[in-house]
T-cell receptor, first 116, second 113 residues
Framework: AQKITQTQPGMFVQEKEAVTLDCTYD???????LFWYKQPSSGEMIFLIY??????QNATEGRYSLNFQKARKSANLVISASQLGDSAMYFC?????????????FGTGTRLQVFP | NAGVTQTPKFRVLKTGQSMTLLCAQD?????MYWYRQDPGMGLRLIHY???????AKGEVPDGYNVSRLKKQNFLLGLESAAPSQTSVYFC????????????FGPGTRLTVT
């Protein structure tokens, strides 16, 4: 069965520092996608970054990068130069092909707090 | 271009009452999804749809029904609300299988007393 594990319930980081949020996954499918979403206190889900299982290079989007280690089944999110506005819940998710559509399976999330 | 919208934003129901949550998207997406989010948990898939007139069960479908009569709309119904259905409900849509990204609505906070 597919599963996403986020072992850090909460993380603290000082402004302008980098932080890594951990995510491990379990799947037997050779083709899958890995996603990170941000959920600020206002509640909406904001897409941050995507990594395909066949992508050779780690995905990057501005200050976000995804450290994809396929053999370890990990997909950690790295936020560089943290900002106060990065304080939020962060969810790792995996696309699981079921039937004829991909469904997202989410981890339980990590609450990141950025302090001055 | 509004993206994904959800109606209502908040609702309080009494046990046994029924209601319908409306999700609308203006991106011409084929696929639409309903998730629920409970405290301390990630989102869990309730039902999904791969196109107009089609629906399928997700991970936690019991107590809910859905309909996709129009491509742009995906309705989630609670026939007889229970306190266990107190949650935040998110609708999402995506454009194609092998989904690169699902676009989420702002959520509906439902409380069942």
């Amino acid at each position: 069965a597919q599963k996403i594990t986020q072992t850090q319930p909460g993380m603290f980081v000082q402004e302008k520092e980098a932080v890594t949020l951990d995510c491990t996954y379990d799947t037997s499918d050779p083709s899958y996608g890995l996603f990170w979403y941000k959920q600020p206190s206002s509640g909406e889900m904001i897409f941050l970054i995507y990594q395909g299982s066949y992508d050779q290079q780690n995905a990057t989007e501005g200050r976000y990068s995804l450290n994809f280690q396929k053999a370890r089944k990990s997909a950690n999110l790295v936020i560089s130069a943290s900002q106060l506005g990065d304080s939020a819940m962060y969810f790792c998710a995996m696309s699981a092909l079921t039937g004829n559509t991909d469904k997202l399976i989410f981890g339980t999330g990590t609450r990141l707090q950025v302090f001055p | 271009n509004a993206g994904v919208t959800q109606t209502p934003k908040f609702r309080v129901l009494k046990t046994g009452q029924s209601m319908t949550l409306l999700c609308a998207q203006d991106m011409n997406h084929e696929y639409m999804y309903w998730y629920r989010q409970d405290p301390g948990m990630g989102l869990r898939l309730i039902h999904y749809s791969v196109g107009e007139g089609t629906t399928a069960k997700g991970e936690v479908p019991d107590g809910y029904n859905v309909s996709r009569l129009k491509k742009q709309n995906f309705l989630l119904g609670l026939e007889s609300a229970a306190p266990s259905q107190t949650s935040v409900y998110f609708c999402a849509s995506s454009s194609w299988t092998g989904a690169y990204e699902q676009y989420f609505g702002p959520g509906t906070r439902l409380t069942v007393t």
